[in-house]
């Protein structure tokens, strides 16, 4: 984040070039951050967080919703909402959410897809509502 601060602060020659490659760097380390805490969360016996996050990995590109990720753990929308705030301070739908921008970020720092595009391919039908 240093780096990036400084990059975007001197400007110099190709610094929006040094800065996307940062960013990059960090989106790239943020996908990888979210692998480990899956498997961190079943090594410290959090099983249930670990098939949330899991579940969230596998299907944020697709049109979930707390019920489908209920049904997929057993449980009951409501009692998986308490336990997960509860356990992370955040709610299912916030982490599905964080995830979704997470690839947006990443793939509009990377390609040159549209923004309506971006926003199909993470999971937002409606391009208003992902703008």
Known sequence: MNSL????????DDYREAALAYLTLLLVGVSRLAAEVVEDLRLNDE????EVFAFVEERY??????KDLARAVSLSPGYLTT?????TGRTVLEWIAERR???ARRLLS?????????GHRVGY???????
């Open 101 to 103: 921008l997470a690839q």
């Open 83 to 87: 336990v997960v705030r509860r356990k």
């Open 125 to 131: 039908r409606d391009p208003g509502y992902f703008a």
């Open 5 to 12: 601060d400084s990059e975007l602060r001197g400007r110099r």
């Open 110 to 118: 990377e390609t040159d897809l549209a923004l309506e595009e971006v």
């Open 47 to 50: 099983l249930l967080l670990a």
């Open 61 to 66: 590109r697709d049109p979930v919703s707390l």
